[in-house]
């Protein structure tokens, strides 16, 4: 277990960051029905929302690029290029079509954000759209940074984004927690030497108990507790 710091440990953690996708929201059925369209474009089957949910989580090109070769189709660079645009402007009109706050996710944020708790958004889906979901949902006030995959540092399963976002607040890696659902994020927080945890029912092929996270939770309601197990442990 790492070491917290920066003090009093009734005050830890001093910020949470937060993946997007699967974490605090279900976003699967609009990336779904765009990835469809675009794969109609070019005369290609759908794509079930279990698989759409198993090709999340490393970027929209990435997305792009799995979504294409599950229908055996190779993308060259700027075919991959070229096709990612489109997909964003496609996606961008379904944003928050279908897309839902996970179980507990608003409760949660509002909750930490009384207690004086700082919080984060760090995803890899583009900043602007993150921005216009958080505000949708009317929690944008409650967000003290949002760190997207356009934003600059290298995206997950980097360390980078995670380190940009405390630099921002002025906080230390030891004031941190870090709660994702999938491989990218586990393992970001592990090079970060960020404490984190991760949640049940996100999008990833790895079972959730093989991520290596400190802890593993069934929902976000659990994540009170969690923290004060954590805190006991150190």
Do not use: C
């Given at each position: 277990?790492?070491?917290?710091?920066?003090?009093?440990?009734?005050?830890?953690?001093?910020?949470?960051?937060?993946?997007?996708?699967?974490?605090?929201?279900?976003?699967?059925?609009?990336?779904?029905?765009?990835?469809?369209?675009?794969?109609?474009?070019?005369?290609?089957?759908?794509?079930?929302?279990?698989?759409?949910?198993?090709?999340?989580?490393?970027?929209?090109?990435?997305?792009?690029?799995?979504?294409?070769?599950?229908?055996?189709?190779?993308?060259?660079?700027?075919?991959?290029?070229?096709?990612?645009?489109?997909?964003?402007?496609?996606?961008?009109?379904?944003?928050?079509?279908?897309?839902?706050?996970?179980?507990?996710?608003?409760?949660?944020?509002?909750?930490?954000?009384?207690?004086?708790?700082?919080l984060?958004?760090?995803?890899?889906?583009?900043?602007?759209?993150?921005?216009?979901?958080?505000?949708?949902?009317?929690?944008?006030?409650?967000?003290?940074?949002?760190?997207?995959?356009?934003?600059?540092?290298?995206?997950?399963?980097?360390?980078?984004?995670?380190?940009y976002?405390?630099?921002?607040l002025?906080?230390?890696?030891?004031?941190?927690?870090?709660?994702?659902?999938s491989?990218?994020?586990?393992?970001?927080?592990?090079?970060?030497?960020?404490t984190?945890?991760?949640?049940?029912?996100?999008?990833?092929?790895?079972?959730?108990?093989?991520?290596?996270?400190?802890?593993?939770?069934?929902?976000l309601n659990?994540l009170?507790?969690?923290i004060?197990?954590?805190?006991e442990?150190?």
């Amino acid at each position: 277990m790492k070491k917290f710091g920066g003090g009093d440990l009734a005050v830890w953690p001093k910020v949470i960051l937060f993946d997007l996708d699967g974490t605090l929201i279900d976003s699967a059925p609009d990336i779904r029905a765009a990835t469809n369209i675009l794969l109609a474009k070019g005369g290609h089957a759908e794509l079930s929302l279990d698989e759409v949910r198993s090709m999340i989580g490393n970027g929209v090109k990435k997305l792009v690029q799995r979504a294409f070769a599950a229908r055996d189709v190779a993308l060259d660079d700027a075919e991959l290029n070229a096709t990612t645009d489109s997909m964003m402007k496609i996606y961008g009109d379904h944003l928050v079509v279908h897309t839902v706050l996970m179980p507990h996710a608003d409760r949660l944020i509002r909750s930490y954000h009384a207690m004086g708790t700082k919080l984060g958004i760090v995803t890899n889906k583009p900043e602007g759209f993150s921005s216009q979901i958080v505000d949708h949902f009317a929690l944008s006030d409650m967000i003290d940074i949002k760190v997207g995959g356009d934003t600059g540092p290298d995206r997950k399963p980097a360390p980078d984004m995670l380190f940009y976002a405390l630099k921002q607040l002025g906080l230390d890696v030891s004031q941190a927690l870090f709660v994702g659902d999938s491989p990218a994020d586990i393992d970001a927080a592990r090079a970060a030497g960020m404490t984190n945890i991760a949640v049940r029912g996100g999008y990833t092929n790895v079972p959730v108990e093989e991520l290596g996270a400190d802890m593993v939770i069934d929902s976000l309601n659990a994540l009170p507790s969690a923290i004060e197990s954590l805190m006991e442990l150190a």
